[in-house]
């Protein structure tokens, strides 16, 4: 070769790969990598981080900014994911991802927001998240009020006409789900025949599950957005009193925990922001985790978190700058975006997206999806 | 009727575990005057040790057994390496001490094992009912009630009929004459580990049986629990932490059954006032240490 032609060929090749207009750009992560809700953000963070990388590959968000991430361990302490949020938006990163919760994520939005950065929770599932920070605040999960319309729609397709639903005002999640899923299924025109409270973390649910049993006539299902170690314990005791009626759950029994219960978890339906169904996108996903990492994923949290690069890099190429009110505008007007779970849709939202949420069963100690849709935005309730 | 004879049964299998767990508390304290928040983690070893077990599918008792002696192993290794250097440090050293410990140990099974919760199913046979007349008595309640009466018997019977356990008495009331009669402090305070391990181990099995996965974070709510029992019965009794513990299962239970609605979110908030009532009541404790310690 030629050093005249060798020297043509090495230009077009540093042109074609590295557009010298690259600029790169810091994503702050004040999340919580320790603590009570590493067991969320950890895996989020996980998702998160492979699909900067795949972006990065690729030339970056919108195809001109590289990524680089800047990640903070809050300890899943609000008064250290505000200091986080300080330090990243004066480093001044151009997106904010704060925890999958909704008090440390308001208070790292009051942060960003002024400073116009375009804030996500990983996994916050509190519909009021955006609204209580503002208009630079998002959402990427399902929200409670969400999955409950779902939950209500499948309880009035499968006939049901009366429910009891078991709540604790311990934490937003466990007490507003259970209460949306109330409006909407009486809205549809079921009936509500009681409802129980319990308290997190208590080994003892006798007295609920007596106070069940002593309905007459007995509720056709009983809805509740328990999870471990609380739903084991209530579901072992449930079905120890003889009560039959079929258990409706949301997103927070989405482990293996559930499905080793055994036979007495046979029939559960439960929401979940993704399930791997053979040849869906997500079992795609799940594969090629496996061969990168060796393990499989142990949570579909590895999956959303892996989807919000990827909604950050739908915004960027709408907007064509990772300027804020530029940005925030072109994530608040996303629609259809393609993601490892489903369709993920801003415009028309409070920022708190529009999404595919998934129903399975459990039979035989394995979940089955049996439903992939977006709730009607009608049938779900007010925040 | 029915339902008040259900509830006693609720209430006597929540303050059995209640009671070996305050059991375990008061074992260390009455000995070395610490409090050690590091002993809800022990069951959290104890935990993992049974999921690892039944992941590599040792027998159901096996796996029970390697639960208890990973706890006890864990408890020795603390006292070694934690404790015992910080010996000569006062109550708050101490205190502080174990709230390292327990942070540390959190966060490795965080970071090294997972942050998510690991399932630890238990045999069908377990899961069942036994109906006696009218009452539906669920077999883990009724295993709880059986193990713990078993456990607080052998131990009565080890502190009362064996040297080391009769050492371990005698150092509870006084160290200083303990040594001066030629028994190794070391020793008599490694066996108090040692039998805080096997507690926490045996309360781990019946804590992990109700809930059916085992997490990073588990042990954290029933320390809390245990150090309450501790108190109400007595810090540094152990006839005290075996009443204390049953009178916080009898006083959560019937508070969970008896209240109207409405209060029922509030049900920690009666206990905890029952709490200081007796406290008012008895500042000691139920049955207060033969020399008493408030700590």
């Avoid at chain 2, 008896?258 to 406290?279: G, M, N, Q, T």
Wanted: with cysteine.
């Amino acid at each position: 070769m030629t050093s005249f032609r060798f020297a043509v060929l090495a230009g077009a090749m540093f042109f074609a790969a590295a557009p010298a207009l690259a600029e790169d750009i810091t994503i702050g992560l004040a999340t919580a990598q320790t603590g009570g809700l590493a067991f969320a953000d950890q895996p989020s963070l996980v998702g998160f981080k492979i699909a900067v990388d795949e972006i990065n590959a690729r030339g970056g968000l919108g195809g001109k900014y590289k990524i680089t991430l800047d990640i903070k361990d809050t300890r899943t302490d609000t008064a250290t994911t505000v200091q986080a949020a300080q330090e990243l938006v004066a480093a001044g990163v151009k997106v904010l991802i704060t925890p999958c919760d909704a008090d440390p994520s308001i208070a790292a939005g009051q942060i960003s927001q002024p400073a116009q950065i375009p804030t996500f929770t990983f996994c916050g599932t509190t519909p009021t998240i955006p609204d209580a920070v503002g208009d630079y605040m998002f959402g990427t999960y399902p929200a409670d009020n969400a999955q409950a319309a779902i939950l209500a729609e499948h309880a009035v397709a499968k006939g049901y006409k009366t429910g009891y639903i078991l709540k604790s005002p311990d934490s937003a999640y466990t007490l507003k789900l259970p209460e949306y899923f109330a409006q909407a299924f009486t809205k549809k025109g079921g009936q509500m025949l009681g409802e129980g409270t319990y308290t997190m973390g208590q080994q003892d649910f006798a007295a609920e599950v007596t106070k069940i049993k002593a309905l007459n006539p007995q509720p056709d299902f009983i809805m509740t957005a328990a999870y471990e170690p609380d739903f084991p314990a209530f579901l072992q005791q449930l079905r120890g009193a003889g009560i039959t009626a079929p258990v409706l759950g949301s997103d927070g029994i989405d482990s293996p925990t559930t499905t080793g219960l055994g036979a007495i978890a046979d029939g559960i339906v439960h929401t979940t922001a993704g399930f791997p169904s053979e040849g869906s996108k997500l079992a795609a996903f799940y594969e090629s985790f496996k061969t990168a990492t060796g393990n499989a994923p142990e949570t579909v949290y590895v999956a959303t978190g892996y989807e919000i690069p990827y909604i950050i890099d739908a915004a960027v190429t709408a907007a064509g700058t990772m300027d804020g009110p530029a940005l925030r505008d072109a994530i608040a007007n996303l629609k259809d975006v393609e993601v490892v779970t489903g369709k993920v849709t801003y415009a028309g939202t409070n920022r708190m997206p529009s999404r595919d949420i998934t129903l399975v069963e459990i039979q035989g100690g394995a979940r089955k999806s049996i439903l992939l849709a977006t709730p009607n935005p009608a049938d779900v309730p007010a925040p | 009727m029915d339902l008040v004879l259900q509830q006693i049964v609720n209430a006597v299998s929540l303050g059995g575990i209640y009671a070996l767990l305050a059991l375990g508390l008061a074992v260390v304290f009455s000995i070395v005057s610490l409090i050690n928040f590091a002993h809800g983690e022990l069951m959290t070893v104890a935990g993992y040790g049974m999921f690892f077990a039944l992941a590599v599918s040792l027998p159901f008792p096996l796996a029970l057994l390697l639960a208890v002696s990973v706890a006890v192993i864990a408890a020795l290794l603390t006292e070694r390496f934690a404790f015992r250097p910080m010996r000569k440090a006062d109550v708050t050293g101490l205190l502080l001490t174990s709230f390292a410990v327990s942070a540390i140990l959190r966060v490795i099974f965080q970071n090294g094992i997972s942050a998510r919760p690991k399932p630890v199913p238990l045999p069908a046979g377990l899961t069942g009912v036994v109906e006696i007349g009218s009452l539906h008595i669920g077999i883990v309640p009724l295993l709880s009630i059986v193990t713990a009466a078993l456990s607080l018997a052998l131990l009565l019977l080890f502190l009362k009929h064996t040297t080391l356990g009769k050492a371990m008495r005698a150092a509870a009331e006084d160290f200083e004459v303990l040594r001066l009669m030629g028994i190794k402090a070391n020793r008599v305070i490694a066996m108090a580990f040692a039998v805080s391990g096997v507690l926490a181990g045996i309360a781990a099995v019946l804590w992990i049986a109700q809930r059916g996965s085992v997490d990073p974070l588990m042990g954290f709510v029933p320390v809390l629990k245990a150090f309450v029992a501790a108190v109400i019965g007595g810090l540094g009794s152990l006839s005290g932490a075996v009443a204390g513990g049953f009178a916080l299962g009898i006083l959560e239970v019937l508070f969970q059954a008896f209240l109207p609605d409405a209060a029922l979110p509030y049900r920690d908030a009666f206990v905890l006032s029952f709490v200081i009532l007796i406290l008012v009541w008895r500042p000691d404790g139920l049955i207060p240490a033969p020399v008493s310690r408030r700590s």
